[in-house]
């Protein structure tokens, strides 16, 4: 993404250094007035809703971000450790403006799709993001379900990526909107790496079928050296060679301990023949 690296050149002195580690105190600060506020007033000023926004309330841009991803006090605080170390994992991995430039597409992507089609809207989807990023990234890490089970972090992603698209199809159009908006900044990222997978396989694969074709009906890959007999005669047949034969020589099974041991002419009679 050559534009990108452009954009670090001009702008990248802006980027915030462990971004994630703000958005968690952002959201653990959030999670404690919530908890707090027993009324239900603070959550309902933080939630994105276009139209309040047109009125005036436009600190909600900025304070749905901060929305947590549970009122869990236990899962709160494993789901943000969790974000904490998939933020700074992806930061090592990108740098700081690379990470931020992810991040903050996921916002500016879901504020956009929120005013124009009035879709009130929370950070889940660009939570989402982040860990499918992660996912791609670093498929084999492991995690602990429920701090028993190990689960590569790949497999987690398929069902998160199987929610999406549940989401999409039976969800309601708000939905729909929010999680395919939110994963722009996926796909810009990934998509050429995606497209460039996906071509390399039908490459491929594309080779497979032209060396199957080039392959004569009636080639085998095993052949007794005695009888003949080859896996399309016996497709259960087992074929061995002998380590006392000289030379590449196969068996099937009912000949390998019954045969002549094939051995290599001596040097002597090798030049007495080509002599004659």
């Not at 959201?27 to 809703?49: C, E, H, P, W």
Request: glycine fraction near 6%; charge should be positive; include cysteine.
């Amino acid at each position: 993404m050559k534009w990108l690296y452009k954009l670090e050149k001009v702008f990248g002195r802006f980027a915030i250094k462990n971004l994630m580690t703000y958005i968690v105190m952002l959201n653990a600060a959030a999670f404690v007035l919530i908890r707090l506020d027993q009324t239900g007033f603070a959550y309902s000023k933080m939630v994105l809703i276009p139209q309040l926004v047109f009125k005036g309330e436009i600190w909600r841009l900025f304070t749905f971000v901060a929305i947590p991803p549970s009122l869990s006090l236990f899962w709160v605080f494993f789901t943000l450790y969790f974000y904490y170390m998939v933020g700074g994992a992806l930061e090592n991995e990108w740098g700081t403006f690379r990470f931020n430039a992810y991040y903050f597409l996921g916002i500016f992507a879901t504020i956009a799709v929120s005013l124009i089609f009035g879709i009130p809207t929370t950070p889940i989807f660009i939570n989402l993001s982040l860990f499918l990023a992660f996912a791609r990234i670093y498929p084999n890490y492991e995690l602990l379900i429920y701090f028993i089970l190990p689960v590569k972090i790949k497999y987690l992603a398929m069902l998160e990526w199987a929610f999406i698209i549940y989401t999409v199809l039976t969800g309601s159009m708000p939905s729909k909107m929010a999680a395919i908006v939110s994963l722009i900044n996926y796909f810009i990222f990934f998509g050429g790496d995606i497209l460039s997978g996906a071509k390399s396989n039908r490459q491929v694969h594309q080779s497979r079928q032209r060396f199957r074709a080039d392959i004569p009906r009636d080639f085998t890959y095993h052949k007794c050296t005695v009888c003949g007999k080859t896996e399309k005669d016996d497709p259960n047949m087992e074929f061995r060679y002998c380590d006392q034969c000289e030379g590449d020589y196969e068996y099937c099974m009912e000949h390998v301990k019954n045969h002549e041991h094939i051995k290599k002419p001596s040097n002597a009679i090798e030049v007495k023949n080509k002599q004659e």
